[in-house]
């Protein structure tokens, strides 16, 4: 079965940027996008993902307010939180959800290391 | 006034965001608590439209600014309703300094806060645009918006980012305005261009 990945971010060139490194990373991926957490909420109600790509700071909900509902529809999910608020209050509230944290600005290195995290995610469980 | 696609708007939007973003971790330090930040919006706009913005509910305003040059020159301004930057100083320096004393350091410890600030916002900038920004010493501005911006007035543009920053238990906030010559627009748009073509195929 395709794994599928859920990008949900409100900025169109951030998408675009994780959209194109998870394609030349996990070509066989296949990829939805939100710009926003209720679009998130509608595709994770119809979708089963793998894993999801969150930002941290969108209108209407931010990126904890957005785990927390994916969650509560699939509490497997592995979740990787894009910010880059980096403050340390931020870090500590995404590890205490459950949260891997990634510090923008996107890049290949970044991407690679969510990739290799989401796969020593599922061998762990 | 220059014209920006919605595109290349997204993508200052996203490159500010991520600076600002790093400029409030760094006053988090300084003040020891939780910096929150509004989602930004980037306004390219002249003087006018940028005063009427920031006279909203503050007539005077106080704060720090810092010149940059490089393949494109501006300045980057933190600015603070004035009533609220001794509140800022006395979450630096701890509650039990007495008042006096903060009036007398509050010059200081706002050049400081605007340094630090604006050097992570500008740090950032140089990492995103692979570029090298030189920065002049913060200089504290205080007055009405009109008077922080006259200088500006003459076919310059501004990039008028909408960020709001706030303390959330000490009702403190603020904005970042960046100012950028009108000779500097082209050499901004192609900075823009370059960061996008990082992105791969649109």
Redo the contacts between chains.
């Keep these: 079965m395709t794994n599928k990945v859920l990008i949900v971010d409100?900025?169109?060139?951030?998408r675009?940027?994780i959209r194109?490194f998870i394609r030349?990373l996990q070509p066989q991926w296949q990829i939805f996008e939100a710009d926003g957490g209720k679009a998130a909420i509608a595709l994770a109600a119809e979708h089963r993902f793998y894993a999801v790509s969150l930002d941290y700071?969108?209108?209407e909900m931010n990126g904890f307010e957005v785990a927390d509902r994916l969650k509560a529809i699939d509490p497997h999910c592995f979740i990787g939180l894009l910010?880059?608020?980096?403050?340390?209050?931020?870090q500590e509230q995404a590890q205490a959800a459950g949260l891997y944290f990634y510090k923008?600005?996107i890049n290949l290195e970044m991407m690679q290391q969510m990739m290799m995290d989401v796969e020593a995610y599922y061998a762990a469980v | 006034m220059p014209q920006f696609s919605?595109?290349q708007k997204?993508?200052l939007?996203?490159i500010f965001?991520?600076?600002?973003?790093?400029a409030?971790?760094a006053m988090?330090e300084i003040i020891r608590a939780?910096?929150k930040?509004t989602?930004?919006k980037v306004e390219i706009c002249d003087v006018e439209t940028a005063v009427a913005y920031l006279n909203q509910g503050n007539a005077r305003i106080c704060g720090v600014s810092q010149t940059f040059h490089g393949s494109f020159d501006g300045k980057a301004i933190l600015i603070f309703p004035e009533e609220r930057s001794l509140e800022l100083v006395r979450l630096m320096m701890g509650i039990d300094v007495p008042m006096e004393l903060l009036t007398d350091m509050e010059q200081d410890a706002l050049a400081e806060v605007g340094n630090i600030v604006l050097n992570a916002c500008l740090a950032?900038l140089s990492?995103?645009f692979s570029q090298q920004f030189d920065c002049e010493l913060p200089q504290l501005v205080e007055g009405n918006s009109l008077s922080l911006l006259q200088g500006y007035g003459a076919g310059n543009v501004l990039i008028l980012l909408h960020i709001k920053f706030s303390v959330a238990e000490h009702a403190l906030e603020g904005y970042i305005i960046f100012v950028v010559n009108a000779h500097s627009m082209k050499a901004l748009e192609q900075s823009v261009d370059k960061f996008?073509q990082?992105?791969?195929?649109?």
Excluded: Y
């Design positions: 409100d900025s169109r060139v951030s675009i940027f194109n030349q700071n969108m209108p910010t880059a608020n980096v403050q340390r209050s931020t923008k600005p | 919605e595109l997204d993508a939007c996203e965001n991520i600076s600002v973003s790093q409030a971790a988090s939780t910096v930040l989602v930004p950032s990492d995103m996008l990082g992105a791969g195929d649109i």
